[in-house]
Every structure is written in structure tokens, then in C-alpha cells.
């Protein structure tokens, strides 16, 4: 078995081994690619300062690009008895370059490595989640102008109350998600910062040059206070499960508004047959189970924020 970072001449229980592992290595997968990346950056700030020659950074930057490729193409994996991702690149490295793969680590904990990885990460599912929402304000806020002269009538407290429109309804829940987006932006902009530096939450007394990997890997800014950027585990999770819930909220409250027009003592929208299932006794019905589940599953998301 590979020794771990950490590991010095004690052998850890196998109970406790497996308790505190856990599901580590298959959910490092997902860091893969932000910890070749953070690799590479760090290095070359290395070399910057002199803490790696010149001869040795292309050597590890070709090495790290061929490792990011095989990421890219679903080649790599995290071996049994390698502890993690982090422990998985430098085990190739080392393999290939000898004892030259070791010095990616100097004045690096694994603390700060994790952090930069599941910044990068978060990041880059933040980015996508944005375009996401997006897509679906531009589609609400073309129904909204599709639909801005049908009526339909306005409920309070599930009673008919007053004369509106179907395109109105569309053109509430477009600018639902655009307050929801706010929150997300919010959670960006604190996920956006570099802690890479803070080694276990004390610095390193090497002179880092942390600006420089701020710069590398597009951060706005850094977690300026080391001590900081390592009390923030688990804040940014908890910051972007808030901005991740408000859009839930919203999703959510579409989605029942869609299932309670589709029933028949409304009968304001009528689903496609083949986007409904039916039921094992009652082939009449059409039963509006992506709507439903999507309530279901906006529940869950709602939840996360407690969970962290």
C-alpha cells in the first residue's frame, strides 16, 4: 500500500482507515483537473523564487499537461491503497521524473491544496448553473411576451380574485431568477479567492509569491488572512448552498403552479402526452411526474444548507 502524505511510522486502524476515507477517491475524481491546475501554477511561482530550477519546471509542466490530458479524456484513475487525488499525481509524477515529482509540494499543505481544488471546482459549477438559469429566464421571459395577451384569472388564496394574464405569470418567475442569481453572484465572487499559500493556516515560511498563483489560475483575489482561509471550510459549501436554494424556491413554486394548472379543475396548460406517464389502473390519467419530481428534488436542494 502507498504510503500517505501525512503518514509517518504509526499504521492507522483499518476500521478508522475506512470510516474517515470513506468515499474519497471517487469523489476526488471530480478535483482531478483543479489539482493538476493548482499544481502547475504553484510550480511556476516556485521557479519564480528559486525554489525549483529552471531544468525542473518544464519537465514537471510537460509531465502535469500529459496527466491533465489523460483527466480530460476519463483515463485517470486514483489506485487502490492511493489515499487521494493529490497523493494519485504525485505517485505519476514520480514514477516518471523520480524524486523531482516530490517537489510540488514545497511550501504546500494538502489543507491548502484541497481548498484551491474545490475552489476551482465550485467555480467552474457555478459558471454553468448561471448559464443554466439563464437559458431558462430567456425562454420564461419569451412566453411572457407569447402569452402577454391571454387572460387567465389571478388567484389570492387559491380564489379567483382578479383578471391577469397567462404571459404575466410566465414574466413573475423570469424575475424570480434574476434576484436568485444575485445570491449566486454573491456566493462567486467569495468562492472567487485564491488560499492557496495558507498551507495549514499558518503560512509557510518560504516567500511565497501569492499574488502570482492569484493571477495564474483567475482568481479575483486571495484569502488574504491564512488563519482565515482555512476557517472557511465548510463556509463557502454553506454560501453557495444558500444561493443554490433560492433558485430551488423558485424552480419549486413553478413547478407546483404547473402541476395545479394541468389538473383538470383548472385545465389552464394541457402537457404532452408523451411528457406525462400514466397510471396502472386509471389509463386516462396523465399524471405531470417531471413537475412533481422536480418539487421533490428542490426540496432536497433546499435542505443543503442545514445539511453543511
Known amino acids: 500500500m502507498a504510503s500517505k502524505l501525512w503518514e509517518k511510522n504509526t499504521e492507522v486502524n483499518q476500521e478508522i482507515e475506512k470510516f474517515t476515507v470513506g468515499r474519497d477517491r471517487e469523489l476526488d475524481l471530480y478535483l482531478a483537473r483543479y489539482d493538476v491546475l493548482g499544481s502547475m501554477a504553484h510550480i511556476t511561482m516556485l521557479e519564480s523564487i528559486g525554489l525549483l530550477g529552471k531544468d525542473e519546471q518544464p519537465v514537471l509542466l510537460e509531465e502535469l499537461r500529459r ?21 494519485q499525481v504525485e505517485l505519476l509524477l514520480t514514477r516518471k521524473l523520480g524524486d523531482v515529482g516530490k517537489k510540488i509540494h514545497s ?93 495549514a493556516g499558518y503560512g509557510s515560511s518560504f516567500p511565497l509569491n501569492r499574488t502570482l498563483t492569484t493571477e495564474l489560475l483567475g482568481f479575483d ?14 463556509k463557502m459549501e454553506r454560501n453557495v448552498a444558500f ?34 406517464t400514466g397510471s396502472s389502473i386509471m389509463p386516462h390519467k396523465k399524471n405531470p411526474d417531471v413537475f412533481e419530481l422536480t418539487r421533490a428534488k428542490c426540496n432536497k436542494i433546499q435542505a443543503l444548507p442545514q445539511q453543511i
Open 67 to 87: 496527466i491533465h490530458a489523460d483527466i480530460e479524456a476519463g483515463r485517470f484513475i486514483i489506485e487502490e491503497g492511493v489515499e487521494d487525488v493529490h497523493s
Open 107 to 199: 511550501g504546500r499543505s494538502r489543507n491548502d491544496q484541497v481548498l484551491v481544488d474545490l475552489k476551482l471546482f465550485t467555480r467552474a459549477q457555478l459558471q454553468d448553473i448561471a448559464e443554466e438559469v439563464r437559458v431558462l429566464f430567456e425562454e420564461l421571459q419569451a412566453q411572457s411576451e407569447r402569452y402577454k395577451g391571454v387572460l387567465m384569472p389571478g388567484y389570492t388564496h387559491l380564489q379567483v380574485a382578479m383578471p391577469s394574464s397567462f404571459g404575466l405569470w410566465f414574466g413573475a418567475y423570469a424575475e424570480s431568477l434574476v434576484d436568485d442569481l444575485l445570491f449566486l453572484q454573491a456566493a462567486y465572487k467569495m468562492t472567487n479567492r485564491n488560499p492557496l499559500g495558507s498551507a
Open 221 to 234: 483575489s486571495m484569502n488574504y488572512n491564512v488563519v482565515y482561509a482555512q476557517m472557511g471550510r465548510g
Open 243 to 276: 444561493a443554490l436554494a433560492g433558485i430551488a424556491g423558485t424552480l419549486s413554486k413553478l413547478a407546483f403552479d404547473a402541476c395545479l394548472f394541468n389538473s383538470q379543475n383548472f385545465g389552464f396548460v394541457k402537457l404532452p402526452d408523451n411528457c406525462t
